[in-house]
Nanobody
Framework: QVQLVESGGGLVQAGGSLRLSCAASERTFRNYGMGWFRRAPGKEREFVATVDWAISNTRYADPVKGRFTISRDNAKNTVYLQMNSLKPEDTAVYYC?????????????????WGQGTQVTVSS
């Protein structure tokens, strides 16, 4: 059982930056594909970014391309989401997720483990 704990959320003004972290309990973290998703108030959960175990393949949702960067440090069992040029529409609860079966994926159904989420609020 993999436990994921997100941190780094908060309140920021539009145009600002935040870095989210997700620490995994599993020592075989390096074998998992990792992703970030978000759920805005009144909306469905949506894909944000994903990175494979080898850090050779990253993918991003169109609304965040060029502003967000996903990375991971396998030695620290941690995945990050650097968010720059934040917009009010980025306001959401952000979740990290781990997949034991897929090296990376944009589909929530392919992830086996989820964190509790961290709130990001961007004021205008």
């Amino acid at each position: 059982q993999v436990q994921l704990v997100e941190s780094g959320g908060g309140l920021v003004q539009a145009g600002g930056s935040l870095r989210l972290s997700c620490a995994a309990s599993e020592r075989t973290f390096r074998n998992y594909g990792m992703g970030w998703f978000r759920r805005a108030p009144g909306k469905e959960r949506e894909f944000v970014a994903t990175v494979d175990w080898a850090i050779s393949n990253t993918r991003y949702a169109d609304p965040v391309k060029g502003r967000f960067t996903i990375s991971r440090d396998n030695a620290k069992n941690t995945v990050y989401l650097q968010m720059n040029s934040l917009k009010p529409e980025d306001t959401a609860v952000y979740y990290c997720a781990a997949s034991s079966r897929w090296s990376s994926s944009t589909l929530a159904s392919r992830y086996d483990y989820w964190g509790q989420g961290t709130q990001v609020t961007v004021s205008s």
